[in-house]
T-cell receptor
Framework: DSGVTQTPKHLITATGQRVTLRCSPRSGDLSVYWYQQSLDQGLQFLIQYYNGEERAKGNILERFSAQQFPDLHSELNLSSLELGDSALYFC?????????????FGSGTQLSVL | GESVGLHLPTLSVQEGDNSIINCAYSNSASDYFIWYKQESGKGPQFIIDIRSNMDKRQGQRVTVLLNKTVKHLSLQIAATQPGDSAVYFCAEKAATGRRALTFGSGTRLQVQP
């Protein structure tokens, strides 16, 4: 168990809908990262937050947004869902410090858009 | 559900043999490298990491080798066990900027009993 908690584990929805994925980082970790793992693209970095502020942005679509709350949990919001958004979405957190490269991943949320 | 359904390169080894998984990277500014193991239905799990000021690092049954000249990273697993069957990803990060870890496409390791 990595200590990173993601809910829900599975999510089935329809095209055009909006969903929210939730992540609780490991106790004490300030950074939260979101990754998307799809069948044809591997693990793609979406966005990073550090202590409530956006730190880095990757290949995140404009239909997607995220935030990190004062208690450090994070939510990833996916809207106007398309079939191609079906994927595993992982949250990861990293320890305090300036060189917080090692990421600890949650078990992911499997999103199926029908 | 199944965590990875990619058309991944597959390495098949016999139980007890040593495994070598290779990874090429392209960013010459990368100075931190890490290997993850992903089992079906789970998130990536840290195995071992290495910084660019080293060319070899050993852990328990695993060794990572870094060749910066040819931008190549390898993971060696000694005495491979059925529990090692998984998809293995390398990832890298540059020293400057705010890039997060960038992952390679992965290699599936199948251990035959």
């Amino acid at each position: 168990d990595s200590g990173v908690t993601q809910t829900p584990k599975h999510l089935i929805t329809a095209t055009g809908q909006r969903v929210t994925l939730r992540c609780s980082p490991r106790s004490g970790d300030l950074s939260v990262y979101w990754y998307q793992q799809s069948l044809d693209q591997g693990l793609q970095f979406l966005i990073q937050y550090y202590n409530g502020e956006e730190r880095a942005k990757g290949n995140i679509l404009e239909r997607f947004s995220a935030q990190q709350f004062p208690d450090l949990h994070s939510e990833l919001n996916l809207s106007s869902l398309e079939l191609g958004d079906s994927a595993l979405y992982f949250c990861a957190s990293s320890p305090r410090g300036t060189q917080n490269e090692k990421l600890f991943f949650g078990s992911g949320t499997q999103l199926s858009v029908l | 559900g199944e965590s990875v359904g990619l058309h991944l390169p597959t390495l098949s080894v016999q139980e007890g043999d040593n495994s070598i998984i290779n990874c090429a990277y392209s960013n010459s500014a990368s100075d931190y490298f890490i290997w993850y193991k992903q089992e079906s239905g789970k998130g990536p799990q840290f195995i071992i990491d290495i910084r660019s000021n080293m060319d070899k690092r050993q852990g328990q049954r695993v060794t990572v080798l870094l060749n910066k000249t040819v931008k190549h990273l390898s993971l060696q697993i000694a005495a491979t066990q059925p529990g090692d069957s998984a998809v293995y990803f390398c990832a890298e990060k540059a020293a400057t900027g705010r890039r997060a870890l960038t992952f390679g496409s992965g290699t599936r390791l199948q251990v035959q009993p």
